[in-house]
């Protein structure tokens, strides 16, 4: 395949992985990036249900084909459908509620807010980390998912369960990976983790995970710090088996909606920074998913070492305030807010997708995007406006 | 149609206070209402026995933790009044939920809705401890709302109860803030009759 082959527009003179790296390296690319987490709208558009969006992989990728074809393109692969529910509390460790399982069909699905994990397990954390440090990631969620799940059994039985499909997640994933990297695409990352204090507060419930915060803050940030060599290799594994350096990092519940700025700067901030140090001394990059309202924490996100990861806003978050304050620490990527891809007309997506480039875009370190995900009752014309802003207006060399 | 939204953080008893505020309401023979529920994470209210009194229940389901049920609740909202033609809808919002970004979506984007009651509840057992650790979540709950609702008043003693009204007096000194113990119906009728006056 040439270069041109691999290029989306015949304007555009960088591919889609050069692009990417150029925005994380906070440099001008040749043009503003686009690319959404695009799962139960794609789902929506293509004409499956919501239950096919996660068990039938066939069917989801020709629906966000379809959707890529229709209202694309854009640059990056954002995938997020774990092929196993089971899986997916490797992911968000809470119980949830599926479609077409104990959902109808055609429903998204909800995370039920229940305690998974108990106060005695960041001693059980701390503990097995310090017995087998490179494991302790995968025991834990192991832990969590024999808890969430009848068939998951404690004790090695349960890895026998999980192996086998972990294994065919990641050849699943492997396969799509290529399917788009042949359209030109780049993949935006292998794996998606939790943060390590985000992690317990979704396993714990955020009330109980309220209390242990004023009371159990040693054990938290013990164990929280003792759990990061197992974060690593989990990701270097992933990483290295899909060939694609880049992890995200989910950080749902360190916004300020959850906890104060001084609880995020004292008890999450730590753990995240290691975390994020390590993984770049082993070349990989993080993604930072940032949910809820971050504007009282940028200026602990300056910290970050820079020019070396990507931060998601959601809608929440000021992002022309975060642009101003962590712009030149951290490349940004948003937030075209949901209501507005439901809700609003074509111009005024048109209208504030000018501004996140003219403002947010000004001097690279900038990816399109819509806050979170799109939601699957967005309006089609909205998706493709929002998609096609950064060809109309996101060239650098005008 | 109007909208009553009920808001307030999770646990602080709001499936528990829409349920009595609703049986008051129609033990007073109010009719023609609608709830919304929105299930992240809680357990919801009594669907079946609400149904059963000749109520609509729906639910809106959110997407991920970010909660942005925004988008869902005007074009429900909008179907409700097509359809169901109710007096008044009540949203039990989720317990995560900011309601200034509920009120601005709506505001923006909803030619539905006639009037918005919004009613906030604070959980008086906890209610140090969640100003202390939720501070910027719990604060823009209780300075949206119209009515604070101080829950759970059957935990307190005089003291503790006054000092926490004038608590949630100094965070929202526009409001009117109402003791109540929603699961005891203490104090509930004086909510009820406020809300059905308002209806």
Known sequence: MTREDRTLDKRDTMTAEERLRAVINLQVPDRVPASSLNNYFAGSYGGITMRQVWDDPQAFRAALFKCWEDLGPWDFHYPVNVRYPELYSFVMPMKARWPGMNLPDDCIHQLLEEEVLAPEDYGWVTSISRQTPNWSYI???????????????????GYVYLLPRFLHHLATWAKEFEMWKRKGLAILYSLIIEAPFDYFSLARGLVPFIKDVRSRSEEIVTATDALIDGYVRICRLV??????????????????????????????????????????????????????????NLETLRELPAGSAMVQFDGPTDIFLAKRVIGDRVCIMGDVPNHLLCLGSENEVDEYCHRLIEEVGRDGGYVMG???????????ENVRTMFQSVFKYGYYNK | MKLVIIGGFLGSGKTTLLA????????????????????????????????????????????????????????????????????????????????????????????????????????????????????????????????VVLNKIDTLDGTALEERLNTLRGINPGAEVLPVSALKGDNLENLTERVGAWL
């Open chain 1, 139 to 157: 025991r834990l969620s192991k832990r969590v998912a024999s808890r969430i799940w009848q068939q998951v059994e404690e004790g090695w039985r």
């Open chain 1, 239 to 296: 990483a290295g088996l899909l060939r694609v350096p880049r992890i995200e990092i989910a950080v749902h519940r360190s916004a300020s909606d959850f906890i104060s700025p001084q609880t995020f700067r004292e008890l999450s901030f730590p753990s995240l920074k290691k975390l994020v140090e390590k993984l770049l001394l082993h070349n990989i990059t993080p993604i930072l998913h940032c949910d809820g309202n971050w504007d009282l």
């Open chain 1, 370 to 380: 819509a806050g979170c995900e799109i939601p699957p009752n967005a309006k089609p």
């Open chain 2, 20 to 147: 009595g505020l609703i049986t008051g309401l129609l033990s007073w023979g109010t009719r023609d209402l609608v709830i919304l529920e929105n299930e992240v994470g809680e357990v919801s209210v009594d669907g079946p026995y609400l149904r059963s009194r000749g109520l609509n229940v729906r639910e809106l389901y959110s997407g991920c933790v970010c909660c942005q049920l925004a988008g869902d609740l005007v074009t429900t909202l909008s179907e409700l009044k097509e359809t169901l033609r109710p007096r008044c809808v009540f949203l039990e919002a989720s317990g995560v939920a900011r309601l200034e970004n509920i009120l601005e979506v709506l505001d923006k984007y909803s030619r539905d809705v006639e009037g918005t009651l919004v009613i906030s509840l604070a959980d008086s057992e906890r209610l140090d401890l969640l100003l202390e650790t939720v501070t910027p979540l719990v604060h823009s709950q209780l300075k949206a709302a119209d009515i």
